[in-house]
């Protein structure tokens, strides 16, 4: 894959190929940005055009450095992720690096460190690295990749050079869906603009059916005398199935919760809107399909308690990384959404 073909980044692109042409670069960087965005395949391609054989603006893909890299099998080409079901990267690997940062590259002109969700490391792993970053061995290059930059300690932060993806246009993404599935037009729409800019995260909605999920939860949301208990164990029933870990519970209630919080701001919007501010209909809403049925809610709660809910539901979501329990969490957050209901009901 060619730099050219990486979505929307055109100003990293153009910033290292002339870091590569001059030969500045620098001996660490912190590629930071929403996950899904291309962050990982960059690193991958950077990688590679430093090590390609045959082309130093763009990777062949077919020489033995290319091969071997798209393989991760290069020997100076090293990455270091979190394990699975682990909650931070282990002190252990990052001592693995500052051990091997010391020796000259086996068969390139740099060692390349990979650290993949490096916003995972705890204080321990952070203060190892930071003596490597403190003193760079020749020849070697440390990428960071993070999607929270405000999770990377300070001292690491700075002394990286920061590089910031941007997110990806909706209709990049809306593109890129319709040359990579078969899906109905309007479920294609609505994951690309529900997706946050993230491809990522839009294929990912796409084959877990969030358009179906979010359809379904919308319609329960607008029906009026809701109970909560009772829509709380349909989530928790429906979606929240006892044979996943608890991360996998994390994410997918992570992903409800976004679907409850994009509905109250279709409805704020729809609110405001019925007291003619005109530029406000420029907004577009995420339900659009729903709009009849959120004139009629919007009748139920005032502009205050929508607010209310949503700062509900932004509190919630900080609570999910926490080690509580996710049934709890769901009957809690569905009680504070339709105790607005039924007393306006």
């Known amino acids: 894959m060619p730099?050219?073909?990486?979505?929307?980044?055109?100003?990293?692109?153009?910033?290292?190929k002339k870091a590569i042409e001059t030969d500045h670069l620098s001996h660490a960087y912190l590629f930071t940005g929403q996950r899904g965005v291309g962050k990982t395949l960059?690193?991958?391609?950077?990688?590679?055009?430093?090590?390609?054989?045959?082309?130093?603006?763009d990777p062949c893909n077919s020489c033995h450095n290319c091969i071997r890299i798209n393989a991760n099998s290069h020997p100076d080409v090293s990455w270091i992720e979190i394990e699975e079901k682990a909650k931070f990267i282990?002190?252990?690997?990052?001592?693995?690096?500052?051990?091997?940062?010391?020796?000259?590259?086996?068969?390139?002109d740099y060692k390349i460190y990979i650290i993949a969700d490096a916003d995972m490391m705890n204080e321990e792993?952070?203060?190892?690295?930071?003596?490597?970053?403190e003193e760079p061995s020749p020849n070697t290059i440390?990428?960071?990749?993070?999607?929270?930059?405000?999770?990377?300690?300070?001292?690491?932060?700075?002394?990286?050079?920061?590089?910031?993806?941007?997110?990806?246009?909706?209709?990049?993404?809306?593109?890129?869906?319709?040359?990579?599935?078969?899906?109905?037009?309007?479920?294609?729409?609505?994951?690309?603009?529900?997706?946050?800019?993230?491809?990522g995260d839009a294929l990912k909605l796409l084959d877990q059916n969030y358009y179906e999920i979010n359809?379904?939860?919308?319609?329960?949301?607008?029906?009026?005398?809701?109970?909560?208990?009772?829509?709380?164990?349909?989530?928790?029933?429906?979606?929240?199935?006892?044979?996943?870990?608890l991360e996998e519970k994390r994410q997918v209630f992570k992903g409800i919760l976004n679907?409850?919080?994009?509905?109250?701001?279709?409805?704020?919007?729809?609110?405001?809107?019925?007291?003619?501010?005109?530029?406000?209909?420029?907004?577009?809403?995420?339900?659009?399909?729903?709009?009849?049925?959120?004139?009629?809610?919007?009748n139920y709660l005032t502009q205050e308690q929508i607010i209310n809910i949503?700062?509900?539901?932004?509190?919630s979501i900080k609570f999910i990384g926490f080690n509580l329990n996710i049934n709890l969490l769901v009957e809690n957050i569905i009680t504070s959404i339709t105790f607005s209901n039924s007393k306006e009901n």
Not at 42 to 57: G, Q, R, Y
Not at 90 to 108: D, T, V
Not at 310 to 315: A, T
């Open 259 to 298: 679907c409850i919080l994009q509905f109250y701001r279709d409805l704020l919007i729809v609110k405001i809107r019925s007291r003619n501010n005109t530029r406000q209909k420029r907004i577009t809403l995420f339900n659009a399909d729903h709009e009849d049925a959120m004139r009629r809610y919007i």
């Open 142 to 199: 440390i990428v960071l990749i993070a999607n929270s930059i405000s999770s990377v300690k300070e001292t690491i932060r700075s002394r990286c050079q920061i590089i910031r993806f941007h997110l990806l246009p909706s209709h990049i993404i809306e593109n890129q869906l319709a040359g990579k599935s078969d899906a109905d037009p309007d479920k294609i729409a609505w994951t690309s603009t529900f997706c946050n800019g993230s491809l």
């Open 3 to 16: 730099f050219t073909d990486i979505l929307a980044q055109d100003h990293v692109i153009d910033h290292f």
């Open 310 to 315: 949503i700062d509900e539901i932004l509190e």
């Open 42 to 57: 960059f690193t991958k391609e950077f990688a590679k055009v430093l090590n390609c054989m045959n082309d130093k603006s």
């Open 90 to 108: 282990k002190i252990e690997n990052i001592r693995n690096l500052q051990n091997s940062a010391k020796l000259s590259p086996l068969e390139s």
């Open 215 to 245: 359809n379904n939860i919308v319609s329960r949301l607008t029906e009026t005398g809701i109970d909560n208990l009772v829509f709380a164990e349909e989530i928790i029933n429906s979606y929240l199935s006892t044979g996943e870990s």
């Open 125 to 133: 792993a952070s203060n190892c690295l930071l003596k490597t970053l």
